[in-house]
Nanobody, 115 residues
């Protein structure tokens, strides 16, 4: 089953920023709603942010509103997650997928927020 490829994670101090990217070589995202999800150790995977096919409508879980921004570039078949003012509770593996999820889950990208 085809899987997205996520990148851009890393170790950052509280208050720092990261930009995540998601793409897939054999699947065109442009006609799909897309979402970012995350899974912290010992917790269920949770929804973080979503975007419609054109990029005109976005949604966020309450804990990231005002700090994270989801966007997409359909010409590049890429979805982004700009994360600002990161907090230790944002530490997780971040994944992207269509909404609803029709692709396999990729490896994700690790985001660690720690001083």
């Amino acid at each position: 089953q085809e899987q997205p490829v996520e990148s851009g994670g890393g170790l950052v101090q509280p208050g720092g920023s990261l930009r995540l990217s998601c793409t897939a070589s054999g699947r065109t995202f442009s006609s799909y709603r897309m979402g970012w999800f995350r899974q912290a150790p010992g917790k269920e995977r949770e929804f973080v942010a979503g975007i419609n096919w054109s990029g005109g409508t976005t949604s966020y879980t309450d804990s990231v509103k005002g700090r994270f921004t989801i966007s997409r570039d359909n010409a590049k078949n890429t979805v982004y997650l700009q994360m600002n003012n990161l907090k230790p509770e944002d530490t997780a593996v971040y994944y992207c997928n269509t909404r609803p999820s029709i692709l396999g889950w990729g490896q994700g990208t690790q985001v660690t927020v720690s001083s």
